[in-house]
C-alpha cells in the first residue's frame, strides 16, 4: 500500500502568510539545486504538477491556500502570467467562468499597486533567460510605479519560475543587491514583495467584502508592522482606519462569522479546497498557518470545523502565531499579579482594547482550536511567537532578546520575525517532505507518525517549536582523534565480535570525548530559543521539565559535522526520555538563506558557521573586513529545531486561563475584548461560553501540570472559584 505524501498548507492573515512566504521560498530553493536535494527531498509532497496552456510549459505550484485582506496582497494579481488566459490548467476552463458564470465588469476604486522592485528584477531576469516578452506581461513599467500595465487589483506573481540559476552568479547578484538596496531596517510593504513562487489562481482566497457590504482591515498592517510600529503609530492606524468606515477585522467571533459570510459566498471548501485535495494521489495531512492575535484565529477556526467534518481522518498540524503586545505574552513571560497583567495602563482606551483583544484571541485559540485537534485522528496545535515580538517598544531589553549572531534582527519587523519563525517550522517539519526509507537513517515519517508520538498520551494536543539558528560551534568533539584500529579487532568487529578494550587510553577517549559532547550541548543551551513563548535562552535560565515527546530535526551541509551534532543533542535528551518518544533527524543539507531571506546575520561564514572568539593579538582591519563581507553574504546556515509536547505548556494555559477569569469576574464590557455580551453573541456565547472555555483550559492544565516543578510562591496554581478573591469581593459578585 502507498505511504500517504502530499500536504495541503493553509495560511490565514498577514503573519502568517509572511511565515508562508519564506517557507515556499525555501521550497523554492531546493528546486534550485536539485543535485543537493533531490536524494532527500519529495518536492510533490508541496507541490503539484500542472500545465500552463498559456506560457505552453509545465508548471511546478504550491499546494496551498492563502487567506487574507485584499489590501494586504499588495501588488499580487489574483490570476498570475501563468494562467492570463485560461484559470484552469486542466479542464481549460476560462479565468471568466472561473471567477464568475458570466461577463465580469472591472471597478476601479483604487490605485493599482506598483510591484517591488524586487519582484521587476525577477521578471526582468526571466525575460532575459527566456529570451523574448511574453504578451501577458506588464509593458512600460516605470519605476516610480505609475506606468504598470497590468500590476493592478492585487497582484503580480510573475516571479513563478522565476529563479536565478545557482550558475548565473552575475544573475544571482543583481537580484541581491536590488534586495538588499530594498530592505532597510523599515522592511517592506507586503508579503507578496518578496515572493518567489507562483500560486495557482486557486490558491489566492481575499476576503472581499461581504455581501452585506461590510468592508475589513487588518488590525496591524503590514506596512505597521514592518516600520516596527509603537503604540503611538498603531494608533494613529486606528484613527485612520475609522475614518475610512472600515472594520477591523480584530475580534475571534468577527473572524469567525466573516469566514461563513465568505463560505457562503465563495463556496471556498469545494471551489478550492476540494480541488487540491481531489488533485492529491494519497492526501497526508493539512498544514494551517494562522494569526492567534487578530480576528483570523476564528476564521481559522472555523476552517477546522469544516476539516473535521470534511476531513476527519486526516492529520492536522495547526501552527498558530502571536504578533504585538498581548495579555497573554505578558502574563506568560511575567510574574505579576493576574490584574496588573490583564489591566496594564496603556495611553489610550483604543490601546487597551487592541491589548486585551490580542490576549483573548490567544486564549480562545488554545482552548477552541486544541479541542477540535483532540478529536481528531492527529491534531497538534503549536503556538508561535518570535523572540521580543511581545514588546511593547522598542527598548534596550528588545534588542538584547536578539538571538546570538542575529543582531541586526528586529523583533518588531514583521518581515523579521517571520523569517526566524518560517526556518524553525520549516525545519522542524522536514521530515514530512523527505523521502521515506525505513533502512535509511534519518530518512522522512509521515505527518501521522510525527503528531501521533508528540501526542501519545491523546490529552496534550499543544506542542512546543523552540530551536537554535544558527547552530553553534561543536567542533570540539572533532578535536579527539580516534584510537589507532588494529587490523584483527577490525575484522573481527565486522563480523559482529566486540572488539577488546584497549585499558586507559580508550577510558581517557571515551571520557573526553564524553566532555566534549556535553560543552557542546551547554552551548546548544545558551543559544537555544523557545519560539512558543518568545524567549531566548529558553533551556539556560533553569532546567526545562521533561518533554512528554521530542523531535529533532538538525541540518548542516558540511558531514563531519554528523558526530559532534549526534553527540551534542544526545546530551541535550532527557535521559528519562528515550525511543521511541523521541525521534533525532540529521539532514545533510543546510537552511538555504535565497535572497529573499533577511540579512540579520552577523559574526559567521558565508556557510553560516559562527566565527571562532578573536584571537589574541586582534585580526588586522582586513580580515575584520574580509570576515564581515562573507557574513553578509550567508547562503545558508546550519539550524537545530525541536517540535515537542512538554509541561512547560502549563504556563501559557495558566497565563490563558487567568485571561478569560478575568474578563468573566471583572468590570470591563466584554467589548473590551472583542466579543459581545450576549449569550448568543457569536461562536464564544457571551460570558456563560467563557466558562466553558475556562474549564477546558482547566481541563489542559489538568494533563500538563503533572511532572512540573512548579516555585512555592508561584501563583500559577490559583483554583477555580477562589481566583481572584484576593481583589476584593467585587470580583464575586460579578460572576453571579
Not at 593579538?617 to 539550524?639: D, E, H, K
Request: with cysteine.
Amino acid at each position: 500500500m502507498a505511504a500517504p505524501r502530499e500536504t495541503i498548507h493553509l495560511s490565514f492573515g498577514t503573519l502568517a502568510n509572511h511565515i508562508a512566504t519564506h517557507f515556499w521560498n525555501e521550497q523554492d530553493a531546493y528546486l534550485d539545486t536539485p543535485a543537493a536535494t533531490d536524494e532527500w527531498y519529495d518536492a510533490d509532497t508541496s507541490f503539484r504538477h500542472g500545465y500552463s496552456h498559456t506560457l505552453r510549459a509545465p508548471t511546478f505550484l504550491p499546494r496551498a491556500l492563502l487567506f487574507d485582506l485584499p489590501a494586504e496582497f499588495g501588488a499580487l494579481r489574483q490570476i498570475s502570467r501563468l494562467y492570463q488566459q485560461e484559470h484552469d490548467d486542466d479542464d481549460g476552463t476560462t479565468a471568466a467562468a472561473a471567477w464568475h458564470e458570466g461577463g465580469v465588469e472591472t471597478l476601479q476604486v483604487a490605485p493599482r499597486v506598483p510591484a517591488s522592485a524586487y519582484q521587476r528584477t525577477l521578471d526582468a531576469q526571466e525575460h532575459s533567460q527566456d529570451g523574448d516578452g511574453d504578451e501577458g506581461d506588464g509593458e512600460g513599467e516605470s519605476d516610480d510605479g505609475n506606468g504598470d500595465g497590468d500590476r493592478g487589483d492585487g497582484a503580480e506573481v510573475d516571479a513563478a519560475q522565476t529563479r536565478c540559476p545557482s550558475g548565473d552568479a552575475h544573475a544571482r547578484s543583481t537580484v541581491q543587491r536590488t534586495w538588499r538596496t530594498l530592505s532597510p531596517s523599515r522592511g517592506y510593504r507586503f508579503w507578496s514583495d518578496y515572493l518567489r513562487v507562483s500560486y495557482h489562481p486557486r490558491s489566492l482566497v481575499p476576503l472581499r467584502s461581504s455581501s452585506s457590504g461590510a468592508v475589513y482591515r487588518s488590525m496591524s498592517s503590514s506596512t505597521a508592522a514592518h516600520h516596527g510600529a509603537d503604540e503611538e503609530e498603531e494608533e494613529e492606524e486606528d484613527a485612520a482606519g475609522e475614518a475610512s468606515a472600515a472594520t477591523p477585522l480584530e475580534g475571534f467571533n468577527l473572524g469567525y462569522a466573516v469566514a461563513k459570510q465568505v463560505e457562503r459566498d465563495a463556496d471556498v471548501m469545494d471551489e478550492n479546497l476540494r480541488w487540491f485535495a481531489e488533485d492529491s494521489d494519497l492526501l497526508q495531512s493539512f498544514a494551517l498557518t494562522a494569526n492567534m492575535s487578530d480576528g483570523f484565529a476564528g476564521y481559522a477556526y472555523r476552517m477546522l470545523e469544516e476539516l473535521h467534518d470534511e476531513y476527519a481522518k486526516t492529520p492536522v498540524l495547526l501552527f498558530a502565531a502571536q504578533w504585538g503586545p498581548s495579555t497573554l505574552l505578558a502574563a506568560t513571560m511575567s510574574s505579576r499579579s493576574p490584574q496588573t497583567q490583564v489591566l496594564a495602563p496603556h495611553k489610550s482606551r483604543h490601546a487597551l482594547r487592541r491589548y486585551n483583544t490580542r490576549g483573548m484571541n490567544a486564549a480562545l485559540s488554545l482552548a477552541l482550536h486544541s479541542d477540535l485537534l483532540a478529536q481528531s485522528t492527529a491534531g497538534l496545535l503549536v503556538p508561535l511567537a518570535a523572540p521580543g515580538a511581545g514588546a511593547s517598544a522598542v527598548s534596550h531589553a528588545e534588542l538584547s532578546s536578539s538571538p546570538p549572531h542575529l543582531p541586526l534582527y528586529r523583533p518588531r519587523n514583521m518581515y523579521h520575525a517571520s523569517a526566524l519563525l518560517s526556518a524553525h517550522l520549516e525545519t522542524a517539519t522536514l521530515p514530512l517532505r523527505m523521502h521515506r526509507s525505513p533502512s535509511a537513517s534519518g530518512s522522512g515519517e509521515s505527518a501521522a507518525d510525527l503528531l501521533t508520538r508528540l501526542d501519545w498520551r491523546r490529552s496534550t494536543p499543544i506542542g512546543a517549536l523552540s530551536g537554535v539558528l544558527p547552530t553553534p560551534l561543536l567542533a570540539p568533539v572533532l578535536l579527539l582523534p580516534p584510537p589507532a584500529s588494529d587490523p584483527i579487532e577490525a575484522l573481527l568487529a565486522a563480523r559482529g565480535y566486540a572488539p577488546k578494550q584497549r585499558g586507559p587510553s580508550a577510558a581517557a577517549h571515551q571520557h573526553a570525548a564524553q566532555h566534549a559532547a556535553q560543552h557542546a550541548a551547554q552551548s546548544l543551551r545558551r543559544a537555544w530559543v523557545d519560539l512558543s513563548n518568545g524567549r531566548a535562552g529558553a533551556r539556560s535560565q533553569r532546567p526545562p521539565p521533561v518533554p512528554f515527546a521530542e523531535s529533532l530535526v538538525a541540518r548542516d551541509h558540511d558531514t563531519h559535522s554528523i558526530p559532534p551534532t549526534l553527540a551534542a543533542l544526545a546530551q541535550l535528551h532527557h535521559p528519562q526520555l528515550q525511543q521511541p518518544l523521541t525521534r533525532t533527524t540529521f539532514v545533510p543539507a543546510a537552511y538555504l538563506t535565497p535572497d529573499s531571506f533577511p540579512r540579520f546575520f552577523s559574526g559567521v561564514t558565508s556557510d553560516g558557521r559562527p566565527l571562532p572568539p578573536p584571537p589574541s593579538p586582534p585580526l588586522s582591519s582586513g580580515t575584520q573586513q574580509q570576515l564581515a563581507s562573507s557574513s553578509s553574504c550567508t547562503r545558508s546556515v546550519p539550524i537545530v529545531s525541536s517540535l515537542c509536547t512538554t509541561p512547560a505548556t502549563y504556563h501559557q494555559l495558566a497565563a490563558a486561563k487567568r485571561i478569560v477569569h478575568a474578563a468573566i469576574v471583572g468590570h470591563a464590557p466584554l467589548c473590551m475584548y472583542g466579543l459581545d455580551e450576549s449569550e448568543g453573541g457569536g461562536v464564544v456565547g457571551g460570558r456563560d461560553g467563557l466558562k466553558e472555555v475556562r474549564e477546558r483550559l482547566e481541563d489542559l492544565i489538568g494533563a500538563y501540570q503533572p511532572g512540573l516543578m512548579l516555585d512555592a510562591d508561584s501563583d500559577d496554581g490559583l483554583g477555580t472559584d477562589e481566583e481572584g478573591n484576593g481583589h476584593g469581593d467585587a470580583w464575586e459578585l460579578d460572576d453571579d
